[in-house]
């Protein structure tokens, strides 16, 4: 089931993204854009109780975080939104519930705070009638916890940045109070390090000069970096022009590279000359069925021990076998290898 | 001296909020009966209560908390409905045709996939389970003693398996068993299956009919959860033995601080500290040692199993393959024998009866030399 968490989030930040793009936080525009991409469809499967309700649980443990910091308040009220869409027309009942944590119970209850003050009724509405719908599990941490667990890709846990504010920490941390604390503190310092020299020296540098304005003025510009820094790069997304036509290009140049690399095949040694290596020109067919092969495993104990006994078998055919006291019926027609299903099939074939 | 009082209790508080000592680890220690406890301040008992208020009364409180008039109740209600998250899609059991979710397109590629598979026969198991929950899911008690009581905790473990065969190395077999918060250690303890249990000892080729019914269960009774620093003994019993007092001695004598020990019947998981995700040890029959991982804790939900007599509940069981008698190969082995001069492997199974047909004579004599011992199949609990 975890192979449905990457197509899952892509899925809920696509509607996310489009959420974000009508600038709004109306439940109307959310159901608008909930209703164009049929967003209720993505429950529907055959009806496979147990695979619905892990389906349930998985999308409600993607679509969660997004109602909590860090992203913004839109996005939260998004993310608000989505878990109430998910949840009411999941398929299977007793519905799966939407899972918060201690730690997080804080953030949501400032969140309603929030939409309170703004008067955003739609927002309150909804996450009322998800409490009264027992709609929760009030739990210790967002997801069960198993330790020695696979460890994810770091996809799982990665943050949409186009979701978050720009970071303000270090605004946060210089505030004008700061700022007169630590001036304090620096004139008591010049103070304690005169009282330690009768007579300074006037070419010795004691303390340094004029720390308050200086680093006020690293905040400021850093603050001005980080805007000018977002306007080029809204400017940038906008007239895709030159970006695009250089990331083409740099693709190009990789694709040729890769061509030749995988064009000359490298000769084997002699004792590997009867696994000579055959070029296989980089087809998307061709190559998914090489991939497989790279880890193929050893046949299996019973298929080793019946191609043990079968090599046996051929010189006396009635021959009882050994580990099952019964005679030997007529042989199996050799099964057909099952093909195993392709969770990837992007990174498998289509190398270019 | 009060605000100080009250800024301790306080830093105890934050002290008991679950969050993540390792991302997506494990948490945390914090006290299970204080958690409990922060979740009961922070909410409103109407959130967790196993009746639903009724609506009028909900939306007279949600005019007068946010101040608006009736007409806009009414509007926000008509345009928050329900009903207009649906699609006019009708078939909700079969993936569209044309699907653009990109979920959607990956599960309409495995669903044709599996109809490329010809399985027409229902999976045992798959039903067993379904029947397994069907027993659980939304079940009320007879008798309204037996409710569990509301703001209750729900813990959740995993009892791993230990290595019974070289393949358990590679797949984490385990048992999810749900334990309420005010039950005892020894409720877990008597929940848990395993097959060294069941194990007889002694060797019945000369009487077979005279396997004793004891099984190691009734004979070694001692137990041991190890729970952050503690040993946990099972004390029920006269029987019982501190099978955790090697272990301290020997990490005694190598300068390991002092572990602390208690009995696990006197124990309810409110007085417990422990982490979510962290591997803890349950040790039993000796040598039989499970790793017990804590994976949930959370508040009891009315669509629960709310019958206290339920619990501890097991929802999910790894399945073993049985092991048949190698004659018949249709039941599950009974016997096990060695050094028989009629079986065509050393050690060889057998199932009861067939064991008996080919083993003994009419008169129940015994024919040839062997050995024989009971045989408990792993699969036992599937």
Known sequence: MDNFRGPVKADCEELLARFQATESVRYEQFLEVWRDMNFSSIFYSKPEANERRMFARLIMSVASPYFFPPYTFQIRVAGLYLLYGLFNSQLITPKEKIRIALKDWEDAMQFQRDAVNAQHYDVLYIFRKLLSDKAFYFTAMPTPLCYGEKKEDRKKTEICEEFVDPSSRPQELITTDVLEEIGNIHEHYEGMKKSIFAEPDPNLNLIQQNLVPKLNGAILTYSSWQWNRTESEQQQDAGEGPSNQESSRRAQLIASIKSRSYGQVAEASKSRRHRQTQLVPADGADFSQKLPSKKKRSPSLKTRTQLRFNTQGNESEGLTRLWCLSAVKEEKAPEKRKKKFNWNPEKSSDPS | ?382
């Open chain 2, 1 to 382: 001296m009060a605000a100080r009082s009250s800024l301790m209790h306080e830093e105890k508080q934050l002290e008991n909020v679950p969050a993540y000592e390792f991302i997506n680890v494990n948490s945390n220690e914090f006290h299970i009966g204080t958690f409990r406890d922060l979740w009961l301040d922070v909410l409103n008992p109407k959130v967790y209560s196993y009746c639903n208020s009724a609506p009028e009364i909900e939306d007279v409180e949600f005019i007068e908390e946010m101040g608006i008039e009736p007409k806009t109740l009414e509007e926000l209600k008509i345009i928050c409905s329900v009903d207009s998250l649906r699609s006019g899609h009708e078939d909700a059991d079969n993936v569209p045709s044309d699907p653009h979710l990109s979920t959607l397109k990956l599960r309409k590629r495995r669903q044709d996939y599996k109809e490329t598979l010809t399985r027409d026969t229902v999976d045992r198991h798959e039903v067993y389970a379904n029947e397994m929950e069907m027993i659980s899911v939304g079940k009320k008690p007879d008798n309204p003693r037996d409710l569990i009581p509301e703001g209750e905790i729900i813990l959740t473990f995993n009892i791993m398996y230990p290595i019974l065969f070289q393949r358990f190395k590679y797949v984490r077999a385990y048992q999810t068993l749900h334990v309420l918060g005010s039950q005892r250690l020894s409720d877990l303890r008597d929940a848990i299956c395993c097959v060294s249990d069941l194990q007889v000892f002694g060797e019945f080729s000369n009487t077979p009919d005279m396997v004793p019914q004891f099984i190691s269960k009734d004979h070694y009774k001692s137990a041991f959860f190890f729970f952050n620093g503690t040993f946990f003994n099972d004390a029920r019993f006269p029987e019982c033995q501190d099978i955790s007092m090697t272990t301290q001695e020997w990490a005694r004598t190598r300068d390991f601080p002092d572990f602390k020990t208690a009995k696990m019947e006197d124990t309810s998981f409110y007085d417990l500290k422990m982490k979510v995700g962290f591997p803890y040890l349950y040790n039993h029959q000796g040598d039989c040692e499970h790793v017990v991982i804590l994976t949930d804790v959370r508040l009891v939900h009315q669509d629960d199993c709310l019958d206290i007599k339920l619990y501890p509940l097991i929802t999910h069981k790894h399945r073993v393959v049985t092991r048949k008698c190698s004659v018949c190969h249709l039941y599950i082995s009974r016997w096990i024998t060695t050094s028989d001069a009629l079986a065509p492997t050393d050690p060889c199974l057998f199932c009861d009866q067939c064991f008996r047909m080919f083993h003994y004579d009419d008169k129940g004599n015994k024919l040839g030399d062997f050995l024989a011992y009971a045989y408990v199949d792993p699969g036992t609990f599937n």
